[in-house]
């Protein structure tokens, strides 16, 4: 890896942050982690595109994962703050930001930064 890259710096790290919450919820086996794999491919080509969006990366490989998972899995990650009603997947926002965070949608709460689950 060229450590003075920044959009190969970018996508190492959004690699590491993602893998650490899919390994905090244990979910990160093969399979899991080659659709970490093709979410950090596609986002090389988009930041080398819009090299000005590399600090958005880690959240969008966050999603691009969670959407992987829910066309072949199911919900990811489930959200552990509301205990009544249908379980439902946390969301990753800002959506095209920096500093991205999991939040439940429903209660309006922060629960994690990305790379942070627990």
């Known amino acids: ?3 003075a890259n920044p959009i ?3 996508l190492h790290t959004a690699r590491s942050l993602v893998l650490a919450d899919l390994a905090a919820r244990d ?12 979410a950090v491919t596609h986002r090389r080509w988009w930041v080398e595109q819009w090299p000005e ?14 959407d992987a998972l829910l066309e072949r899995y199911g919900r990811w990650p489930l959200c552990p703050v509301c205990d009544a009603g ?9 959506e095209l930001g920096a500093d991205p965070h999991w939040v439940c949608g429903k209660a309006g709460v922060v629960v994690a930064r990305v790379g942070g689950l627990s």
């Not at 600090?55 to 999603?63: D, N, W």
């Not at 249908?86 to 800002?94: G, Y």
């Open 8 to 10: 190969e710096q970018a």
């Open 27 to 38: 979910v990160a086996d093969a399979a899991v982690v080659s659709l970490v794999e093709e």
């Open 86 to 94: 249908d379980p439902h997947a946390l969301d990753v926002e800002p």
């Open 53 to 66: 969006g590399v600090e958005y990366v880690a959240g969008l490989v966050a999603q691009d994962v969670q």
């Open 1 to 3: 890896m060229d450590d």
